[in-house]
C-alpha cells in the first residue's frame, strides 16, 4: 500500500525558512513525478511545484526564486526547501505522486499525503 507522509511544517517568521520532506513507502518512486500543493483556509488547491524522475522542473510563478523542490531516490523522499517565506505562504502542503508529471501538475495525481500545516506570521 502506499503512502505519503509529510513533515517539517511550522510557524515561521516572513522572511524565515522552512523545509518540508515528503517521505513516500509502499513502491519505488524513482520512475515517478514528484510534487507540491498547498491549500489555503478558504481557497482553492494549487499547485506549487513540480520534479519529474529525470529531475527536471517546474514552479509556480508565485513561488519561483524563493522555494526549491529536489528528491533523493535513495530514501524515496521528495523535499520543498521554502525561503523568503510571505504570509500568502500560510497554507496545508500536501505531496503528490503520480508516474506522469503532467499530471502531478494538473492536481490529478494518483498518490496524495495528508498535508502539513505551514504558517507564516509575527
Known amino acids: 500500500q502506499v503512502q505519503l507522509v509529510e513533515s517539517g511544517g511550522g510557524l515561521v517568521q516572513p522572511g524565515g525558512s522552512l523545509r518540508l520532506s515528503c517521505a513516500a513507502s509502499?513502491?519505488?518512486?524513482?520512475?515517478?513525478?514528484m510534487g507540491w500543493f498547498r491549500q489555503a483556509p478558504g481557497k482553492e488547491r494549487e499547485f506549487v511545484a513540480a520534479i519529474s524522475w529525470s529531475t527536471s522542473t517546474t514552479y509556480a510563478d508565485s513561488v519561483k526564486g524563493r522555494f526549491t523542490i529536489s528528491r533523493d531516490n535513495t530514501k524515496n523522499t521528495v523535499y520543498l526547501q521554502m525561503n523568503s517565506l510571505k504570509p500568502e505562504d500560510t497554507a496545508v502542503y500536501y505531496c503528490?505522486?503520480?508516474?506522469?508529471?503532467?499530471?502531478?501538475?494538473?492536481?490529478?495525481?494518483?498518490?496524495w499525503g495528508q498535508g502539513t500545516q505551514v504558517t507564516v506570521s509575527s
Open positions: 509502499g513502491r519505488t518512486f524513482s520512475s515517478y513525478a
Open positions: 503528490a505522486v503520480d508516474l506522469s508529471r503532467t499530471a502531478v501538475a494538473a492536481g490529478q495525481a494518483r498518490y
